[in-house]
Nanobody, 121 residues
Framework: QVQLVESGGGLVQAGGSLRLSCVAS????????MGWYRQTPGKQRELVAT???????NYADSVKGRFTISRDNAKNTVYLQMNSLKPEDTAVYYC???????????????WGQGTQVTVSS
């Protein structure tokens, strides 16, 4: 069994910063990609940022230059540093990991439970 546990959400004023963390634990052989997605009521979950390696990151256009994704592979942890937050960044943020539980096994897709980020104007 694999679990992803997020932390770091909360309420912040516009222009402020927050740092989200997500730790993956359980029967993990290797992690291919870790990332963050977000969702607001009535809308589809959308990509925020993903990291396949230090040199292979991907960001939504709406967060480029403001958010930074990083990983600590030794700790199976991914972070999202969010600066210059805007009210439109308000959402539930979900951690995602694509990983293998055994050598040569398939890639499985796991999600965290989500953490609320609220940005007030």
């Amino acid at each position: 069994q694999v679990q992803l546990v997020e932390s770091g959400g909360g309420l912040v004023q516009a222009g402020g910063s927050l740092r989200l963390s997500c730790v993956a634990s359980g029967s993990i052989f290797s992690i291919n990609t870790m990332g963050w997605y977000r969702q607001t009521p009535g809308k589809q979950r959308e990509l925020v940022a993903t990291s396949q390696s230090v040199d292979n990151t991907n960001y939504a256009d709406s967060v480029k230059g403001r958010f930074t994704i990083s990983r600590d592979n030794a700790k199976n942890t991914v972070y999202l540093q969010m600066n210059s937050l805007k009210p439109e960044d308000t959402a539930v943020y979900y951690c995602n990991a694509k990983l293998r539980t055994a050598a040569w096994g398939p890639l499985y897709n796991y999600w965290g439970q989500g953490t609320q980020v609220t940005v007030s104007s």
